[in-house]
């Protein structure tokens, strides 16, 4: 494929984030199917992160390639981290809490993490809240100086929380801190 042809892609698919409705998945998944394979299909989904008007889908669109095996090379991760700064609609924020189980944070953006996830525990909306919990505990798995301090939070969240962040909290309990590590050895 030539150098003008991805540039014709790239600017079609653009113009096909701006178009969504904002409410049929299905468009979503269609424009994966045409371009997720494509060369720079992450970055381009990065990159639009900075529209106001683009953020729900392409949030939403990088979360579904990382569901699908897709995998983000640390320089996208750390974009992906620097790109939770900003003013999100509350949707862009479920979806970058979607994509931290499929994600490792980069060390130089723990403490960036831990702000988006202090942040969605102030949320109004119940998923985001719940989400910002699994953030913690994630957070928890890879660092585990985090163990004690989120631990003592998901105790307080099942005294303070609504029954549908509750819920999610007592998952996340029952699970514990082992890390990734120990169970690959172990099993």
């Not at 989904?45 to 949030?59: D, G, K, N, P």
């Not at 924020?93 to 944070?105: A, K, M, S």
């Amino acid at each position: 494929m030539s150098e003008s042809s991805i540039d014709r892609n790239q600017t079609a698919f653009k113009r096909a984030l701006q178009q969504w409705d904002g409410k049929r998945n299905q468009q979503l998944i269609q424009l994966y199917a045409q371009h997720g394979e494509s060369k720079g299909f992450i970055d381009t989904l990065l990159e639009q992160l900075i529209h106001r008007h683009c953020q729900v889908a392409s949030s939403w669109l990088l979360k579904y390639a990382l569901e699908q095996q897709q995998s983000l090379s640390i320089e996208q991760r750390q974009l992906l981290c620097q790109s939770m700064l900003g003013e999100l609609p509350w949707q862009a924020r479920l979806h970058f809490l979607q994509c931290l189980p499929f994600v490792v944070i980069p060390d130089g953006k723990i403490t960036l993490v831990e702000q988006f996830l202090k942040r969605g525990l102030a949320e109004r909306n119940k998923f985001v809240r719940a989400w910002s919990y699994n953030g913690f505990y994630l957070l928890a798995r890879q660092v585990p100086a985090f163990q004690n301090e989120v631990q003592h939070l998901l105790q307080q969240a099942i005294n303070t929380e609504s029954a549908s962040v509750k819920a999610r909290v007592r998952q996340l309990l029952k699970r514990g801190f082992i890390t990734a590590e120990f169970k690959i050895s172990r099993g």
